[in-house]
């Protein structure tokens, strides 16, 4: 026999996403670009020193 379907009782979310101070400028020297609430670097994404990482191979000696 079959018994009745069972399922978790509707809850809260367990969280809201993580936010951060509104209206924050990036902090390189000169860039007025304003930060997203959610993003959680204190420059934008063209001062954040991002790099490319390495997907394969060796990486070229530097010359
Ligand atoms: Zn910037």
Do not use: W
Request: aromatic residues 6%.
């Amino acid at each position: 026999m079959v018994g009745p379907i069972q399922g978790a009782r509707i809850s809260a979310l367990p969280r809201r996403n993580t936010r951060f101070e509104a209206d924050r400028l990036c902090s390189h020297p000169g860039c007025i670009t304003k930060l997203s609430i959610y993003n959680r670097r204190d420059t934008c994404f063209a001062h954040a020193g991002f790099k490319i990482p390495r997907l394969r191979g060796r990486t070229r000696p530097q010359s």
